[in-house]
């Protein structure tokens, strides 16, 4: 069974706090996403890599950075947690092949910043 | 930039049909997918359409129109385990490789006894 697998599913952490969100996929894909999703804004897109050691800023970046060392891995980082960063964050993959190759995601990450 | 809209939310009875609908705005479009999340859980793919027409799929279909850029998700038999949040998602080719999935805000069906 195909996997992506997000470290933690609950995290309280402190304002101010350098905070990491893991992720590691177990079908060789080469895409990887990090979305934040928040009530009536739906998913939106913070980082992306295409490749080991790429990515590619998504439509929030902004307080975020991101590592892709291995393939199987893309981390999330909160240099300087806020509490307007508390929300449902979401890893998926996806293949790059054409067809119906959408996302699978992981079970998500709920952060609170206090 | 991309524009995806779908409706806030939507009502219906068990057993009844639902079409659940979304229009987007986009470049570079590769595909349009559909995907079902339960409160508190993960997005789950449901269909997906890159040519225009009808993908059928149990109770599930999908109709895509690119020159409309219009989309429907259309369910049957509606059960109360369908009372979710259906998310339209359009897939874009990026022009150094790999895809993006931008996603609607999602619509948040309830079924009614």
């Known amino acids: 069974d195909v996997k992506v697998t997000q470290s933690s599913r609950y995290l309280v952490k402190r304002t101010g706090e350098k905070v990491f969100l893991e992720c590691v996929q177990d079908?060789?894909?080469?895409?990887m996403f990090w979305y934040r999703q928040d009530p009536g804004l739906g998913l939106r897109l913070i980082y992306f890599?295409?490749?080991?050691?790429?990515?590619e800023k998504g439509d929030i970046p902004e307080g975020y950075s991101v590592s892709r060392e291995k393939k199987e891995r893309f981390s999330l980082i909160l240099e300087s947690a806020s509490t307007n960063q508390t929300s449902m964050y979401l890893c998926?993959?996806?293949?790059?092949?054409?067809?119906?190759?959408?996302?699978?995601f992981g079970s998500g990450t709920r952060l609170t910043v206090v | 930039g991309q524009n995806i809209d779908q409706p806030t939310e939507m009502t219906a009875t068990e057993g009844a049909i639902v079409q659940i609908n979304c229009t987007y705005q986009?470049?570079?479009?590769?595909?349009l997918f559909w995907y079902q999340q339960h409160a508190g859980e993960a997005p789950t793919f449901l269909s997906y359409?890159?040519?225009?027409g009808l993908e059928e799929k149990g109770r599930f279909s999908s109709f895509l129109s690119r020159s409309k850029g219009y989309s429907y998700l259309l369910l049957k038999e509606l059960q109360m385990k369908d009372s979710a949040s259906y998310l339209c998602?359009?897939?874009?080719?990026?022009?150094?490789?790999?895809?993006?999935?931008?996603f609607g805000t999602g619509t948040q069906l309830k079924v009614e006894l």
């Open positions: 359409n890159v040519l225009d």
């Open positions: 986009t470049s570079g479009f590769n595909g």
């Open positions: 890599s295409y490749d080991v050691k790429m990515k």
């Open positions: 079908m060789d894909h080469e895409n």
């Open positions: 998926a993959s996806s293949s790059t092949g054409q067809g119906g190759y959408g996302y699978t």
């Open positions: 998602a359009v897939r874009d080719r990026l022009t150094g490789g790999g895809n993006k999935l931008t």
